[in-house]
């Protein structure tokens, strides 16, 4: 289900303020897309979320060509297999954010890679170490540093998406390593809770690096009791 465009603006906007006014963004690091009925809204090329005019967004038909707005980010074609990958176990998927939160981008520069992307397999982020993180946002597949914007970036995104989507547990959410998250939902507030849940969860991470992650017997529960997607 995709956004009425006024309000996906305005939306956009306001995400993007909020984000940069808290330190999850900065400069003209990030970007924001919504998906719409004839296309998807997304941030400039090097704007700075904090200071978005939703005149100036960039719309893309659904195609992927530009119709208006300044010139599109550089990661557009991520979002869009996001969208394409994601709605297949979640329709209702409209949002897609990207920053380059600190703790983050930390957390990633400790953790040992793995090296079957190729076929959609990645190590997760982070483990489960809040009820919260696995409620809310789930199992997070950890992506092998590429530059931004390269066209490699979305197709490997979408094989980790689709391989957790046949393992049982959609995802919300991918880290490229040192450079950010990417996460999605139904609508730039829950898109942004995620985000803001992952952000706080490897800030744990780093101030606890030795904590215990919850067990089994309590990771079963949150599936019973929430529909956790772990």
């Known amino acids: 289900m995709s956004l009425n465009e006024a309000h996906a603006r305005e939306a956009i906007c306001a995400v993007g303020a909020s984000l940069f006014a808290r330190g999850y963004v900065h400069a003209t690091a990030g970007n924001i897309s919504v998906r719409v009925d004839d296309g998807i809204l997304i941030t400039p090329t090097d704007a700075c979320l904090g200071q978005l005019d939703p005149a100036r967004l960039a719309k893309l038909d659904a195609n992927g060509v530009q119709v208006s707005g300044d010139k ?7 979002h869009q297999a996001i969208y394409q990958a994601a709605c297949v176990a979640d329709p209702q998927t409209a949002c897609v954010i990207h920053t380059h939160s600190r703790h983050c981008v930390a957390w990633s520069l400790r953790q040992p890679l793995a090296t079957q992307e190729g076929q959609g397999v990645a190590p997760d982020f982070l483990p489960p170490l809040t009820p919260y993180f696995v409620m809310k946002v789930g199992h997070v597949p950890h992506l092998s540093y590429q530059r931004p914007g390269d066209p490699v970036v979305a197709d490997r995104v979408a094989q980790a998406i689709a391989h957790h989507q046949r393992l049982g547990h959609p995802i919300r959410a991918v880290m490229l390593n040192r450079l950010g998250p990417n996460v999605w939902h139904a609508n730039p507030s829950l898109a942004m809770a995620v985000l803001e849940e992952l952000e706080e969860t490897a800030q744990l ?4 690096p030795e904590a215990m992650p919850l067990a089994e017997t309590q990771i079963q529960s949150l599936r019973e009791h929430f529909a956790a997607r772990w």
């Open 72 to 78: 599109a980010s550089k990661t557009w074609r991520l």
């Open 205 to 208: 991470a780093l101030l606890q």
